[in-house]
């Protein structure tokens, strides 16, 4: 199953998202195999105010286990997380079957 995560940073989280995210990219590095893509999302002047991923897990049970691990959580720079089953059909351009 693939999951669409769209996670908010809280108010006036920049400096502490910068300050975890060495541990959060070492956990993304882990868990490579469940990652579609990742990335920041942006506000108007370019500055990282969330995260966005796309995951394989087999279940949203699995996914829940990586969030509750995760040191964005962890550490509250997350504030509200949404989190959509999809069906991903293309990757790199190529239609999956």
């Given at each position: 199953?693939?999951?669409?995560?769209?996670?908010?940073?809280?108010?006036?989280?920049?400096?502490?998202?910068?300050?975890?995210?060495?541990?959060?990219?070492?956990?993304?590095?882990?868990?490579?195999?469940?990652?579609?893509?990742?990335?920041?999302?942006?506000?108007?002047?370019?500055?990282?105010?969330?995260?966005?991923?796309?995951?394989?897990?087999?279940?949203?049970?699995?996914?829940?286990?990586?969030?509750?691990k995760e040191p964005y959580?962890?550490?509250?720079?997350?504030?509200k997380i949404e989190v959509?089953?999809?069906?991903?059909?293309?990757?790199?351009?190529k239609i999956l079957q």
């Amino acid at each position: 199953m693939q999951f669409i995560v769209k996670a908010y940073d809280g108010p006036n989280m920049l400096e502490k998202r910068l300050a975890v995210r060495p541990r959060h990219l070492e956990g993304m590095s882990k868990m490579s195999e469940h990652i579609i893509c990742a990335g920041g999302l942006l506000d108007d002047e370019g500055k990282m105010k969330g995260s966005v991923l796309v995951l394989d897990y087999p279940d949203r049970a699995a996914l829940d286990e990586y969030l509750n691990k995760e040191p964005y959580v962890l550490e509250h720079v997350w504030e509200k997380i949404e989190v959509e089953a999809v069906n991903v059909v293309i990757v790199d351009g190529k239609i999956l079957q």
